[in-house]
């Protein structure tokens, strides 16, 4: 069965300083990673897609970045934070391939509060 | 610009009753339309989906109604339970690795 590893599962950073967020997939090779924002009772807001080692696409330009540096892992990273980036980190995995529809399966979320 | 919007923002139903959540969409290039269930603290999972080929999907008490020409569809959930209440979020792709997910409409099923 294939699980998805948030970390942390929260934190709460002053405005200015870096961040790092992880999520990890296991039981599942080579799938397709994401990034998703969610405001406080808001929508969901992709940020950023991968279908490989090495290759992420930007979809929303937040002054964040996203990194895969294993097949199975997808980093998500600042080196200065804005008030604006308070709220719900979600990570999502789901087959690999490239178009049509598949399933998002999406972890428990990283809660962010920056004072 | 919104791409996926829904209505109504909340909604109170009670035990037994349907309750009936609205989407439309602006893109005419979506063809596979997912709706997610998200419970607080929680990231969403999918309820049910429908590709635009379908008018209609139907799994167990969960019913999507699809109507390509008017860019809306709608979710209906029968029989309401009180462990039904959640967020509920109507979702839009194309051919293209992006989901755009609608603004939600938070369900409260009232024992």
């Known amino acids: 069965a294939q699980t998805i590893h948030q970390w942390p599962v929260a934190e709460i950073k002053a405005v200015g300083s870096p961040l790092s967020l992880g999520c990890t997939i296991k039981g599942k090779s080579s799938p397709n990673l994401y990034w998703y924002w969610q405001a406080t009772g808001g929508t969901l807001q992709q940020l950023f897609y991968?279908?490989?080692?090495?290759?992420v696409e930007s979809v929303v330009q937040l002054n964040l970045s996203a990194s895969r540096p294993k097949d199975d892992q997808f980093i998500l990273s600042t080196e200065k934070l804005l008030l604006s980036h308070s709220g719900f980190y979600l990570c999502?995995?789901?087959?690999?391939?490239?178009?049509?529809?598949?399933?998002?399966?999406f972890g428990s979320g990283t809660r962010l509060t920056v004072l | 610009q919104q791409q996926v919007r829904q209505s109504p923002q909340s909604l109170t139903v009670w035990e037994g009753e349907t309750a009936i959540l609205n989407c439309s969409y602006e893109d005419s290039t979506f063809n596979y339309f997912p709706w997610y269930q998200q419970f607080p603290g929680e990231g969403p999972a999918l309820l049910i989906s429908i590709r635009s080929v379908s008018d209609k999907k139907e799994d167990g008490r969960f019913t999507i109604f699809f109507n390509k020409r008017e860019k809306k569809l709608s979710l209906h959930i029968t029989d309401s339970q009180p462990g039904d209440s959640a967020t509920y979020f109507c979702?839009?792709?194309?051919?293209?690795?992006?989901?755009?997910f609608g603004s939600g409409t938070k369900l409260t099923v009232e024992p």
């Open positions: 999502a995995w789901s087959r690999g391939g490239t178009g049509s529809a598949e399933t998002l399966y």
């Open positions: 979702a839009a792709r194309s051919n293209y690795n992006v989901l755009y």
């Open positions: 991968s279908i490989t080692v090495g290759q």
